[in-house]
């Protein structure tokens, strides 16, 4: 018998083992939704053994199916989800993980992509680093606090002053995926994405992927701390005429 307040590790352990389960999560972590047959592929097993899988995830809270007129896709169920497989695949990847993330279908990935509502990746990371420059963040309960630095470089990119709304955590570390570094989440960081997102300094792309904009690159990247961004990041040219 489980002792009263014993963690349930082993149950999701279990369901994350399974090949191909694994590759069904690692399909959704890329942020796409998708169909039993899209996951039955991925996972290179028949449709009538990927419903049996979907069942066992969407029973443990893994992933929430979603009717579209005549057709269902599935996704992660949040964020939580998202973050406890990256953080599995940050152990998992540590000896692989720069050939991992070079690899072609990683590198917009790594650039910039959308962490449930805010910005990660190397775009992320260095705007984490601009925000703790200058003293424009603090710490406070539950992570960080916005000084008035920080207001004030907000300022300098057009957004209108921040405060807490108390409905969620303002400010945190986030461990990047890709970068083994921390990234910023909450409220904060999520305003900072839709601003950018209104401004046209980025916009999002496939998936997860965040795509820099030509005007993100001259407009926003200046911004950032120090100049590792530069390069890393190619802005996307803008689509041809007719």
Same mark, same amino acid.
């Given at each position: 018998?489980?002792?009263?307040?014993?963690?349930?590790?082993?149950?999701?352990?279990?369901? @994350?083992?399974?090949?191909?389960?694994?590759?069904?999560? /690692?399909?959704?972590?890329?942020? #796409?939704?998708?169909? /039993?047959?899209?996951?039955?592929?991925?996972?290179?097993?028949?449709?009538?053994?990927?419903?049996?899988?979907?069942?066992?995830?969407? #029973?443990?809270?893994?992933?929430?199916?979603?009717?579209?007129?005549?057709? *269902?896709?599935?996704?992660?169920?949040?964020? $939580? @989800?998202?973050? /406890?497989?990256?953080?599995?695949?940050?152990?998992?990847?540590?000896?692989?993980?720069?050939?991992?993330?070079?690899?072609?279908?990683?590198?917009?990935?790594?650039?910039?992509?959308?962490?449930?509502?805010?910005?990660?990746?190397?775009?992320?990371?260095?705007?984490?680093?601009?925000?703790?420059?200058?003293?424009?963040?603090?710490?406070?309960?539950?992570?960080?606090?916005?000084?008035?630095?920080?207001?004030?470089?907000?300022?300098?990119?057009?957004m209108p002053p921040s405060t807490p709304s108390g409905l969620r955590r303002?400010?945190?570390?986030?461990? $990047?995926?890709?970068?083994? *570094? $921390?990234?910023?989440?909450?409220?904060?960081?999520?305003?900072?994405?839709?601003?950018?997102?209104?401004?046209?300094?980025?916009? *999002?792309?496939?998936?997860?992927?965040?795509?820099?904009?030509?005007?993100?690159?001259?407009?926003?990247?200046?911004?950032?701390?120090?100049?590792?961004?530069?390069?890393?990041?190619?802005?996307?040219?803008?689509? /041809?005429?007719?």
């Open positions: 018998m489980n002792a009263p307040h014993e963690p349930r590790l082993a149950r999701a352990a279990a369901l @994350v083992a399974d090949t191909a389960r694994s590759r069904m999560l /690692a399909y959704l972590l890329a942020g #796409d939704r998708a169909s /039993a047959s899209e996951l039955a592929q991925a996972a290179s097993v028949t449709p009538a053994t990927a419903s049996g899988h979907l069942a066992r995830l969407l #029973d443990a809270g893994f992933v929430v199916c979603e009717p579209r007129g005549r057709h *269902r896709y599935y996704r992660l169920a949040d964020a $939580d @989800v998202a973050h /406890a497989l990256e953080a599995l695949a940050l152990v998992a990847e540590r000896d692989t993980h720069e050939r991992g993330w070079a690899h072609p279908e990683r590198v917009r990935l790594r650039q910039a992509r959308c962490c449930y509502g805010h910005l990660a990746g190397q775009l992320g990371v260095a705007l984490f680093d601009a925000l703790q420059a200058d003293h424009r963040l603090q710490p406070a309960p539950g992570g960080y606090a916005l000084t008035e630095a920080g207001q004030r470089w907000l300022q300098t990119l057009g303002y400010a945190y570390p986030c461990l $990047d995926w890709s970068e083994r *570094r $921390d990234h910023l989440a909450g409220q904060l960081a999520d305003e900072l994405y839709a601003h950018f997102t209104r401004m046209g300094w980025v916009r *999002r792309a496939e998936g997860r992927a965040v795509e820099l904009t030509v005007r993100g690159q001259q407009e926003l990247v200046p911004r950032l701390a120090g100049t590792a961004l530069r390069g890393t990041c190619p802005p996307t040219p803008p689509p /041809a005429g007719p």
